[in-house]
């Protein structure tokens, strides 16, 4: 047999092994975002994606409820076909206005602390990408976005925080993370 044709073959094998173990790989994934990153206070926001790939042991994803972490303010999430958007607010804490300040009506309204996406039907096999928009606060950090999955009457709350030496691997249902950066801070050309 040609050589040529043995080589080829192989890497023909090589690559379709490859694509198989990466596409068995997101069954077993974790809820997160994959972009990860936003800018810290971040003037009009930033848009952040959240990756549901995969049901409830085979159950199709209907809802997700996102809690929005402390801090993150001007939240709005994005349309998403065949999905119905709810928005739950909290108060904004008197102790986040500054004393004597006049609250601008951004600070004093009260803001978005969970986004649910409903009614729609996501199949165990399929994925799926949720967005919102968001300021992200001043200081940079890792902030925690806790996400709760339902597929009918089953539930995966994916709200573990690792703590000091454990890394995301060591959790059964880590929350998906948002690196927080300071902004550049060179000079916008014109």
Request: charged share 15%; glycine share 8%; aromatic share 6%.
């Amino acid at each position: 047999m040609n050589s040529n044709i043995t080589r080829r073959r192989v890497a023909g094998v090589a690559a379709m092994t490859a694509f198989m173990l990466a596409v068995a790989v997101p069954a077993s994934a974790h809820i997160t975002i994959p972009d990860g990153g936003a800018v810290a206070g971040g003037g009009h926001g930033t848009v952040i994606t959240l990756r549901v790939p995969h049901g409830c042991d085979g159950a199709p994803t209907d809802t997700i409820e996102l809690q929005i972490p402390e801090g993150v303010t001007s939240v709005k999430p994005r349309w998403t076909a065949g999905w119905t958007i709810e928005s739950e607010t909290a108060p904004v804490p008197e102790s986040s206005i500054a004393p004597g300040a006049s609250p601008d009506a951004e600070q004093s309204e009260p803001q978005v602390a969970l986004i649910r996406w409903s009614g729609g039907s996501l199949p165990d096999s399929q994925y799926a990408d949720f967005q919102f928009q968001a300021v992200f606060p001043e200081t940079p950090g890792t902030i925690y976005v806790p996400v709760v999955q339902r597929c009918g009457d089953v539930e995966e709350a994916w709200i573990e925080i690792s703590a000091e030496g454990q890394s995301e691997d060591d959790l059964a249902l880590p929350a998906p993370t948002v690196t927080v950066v300071a902004p550049d801070p060179s000079p916008v050309a014109s």
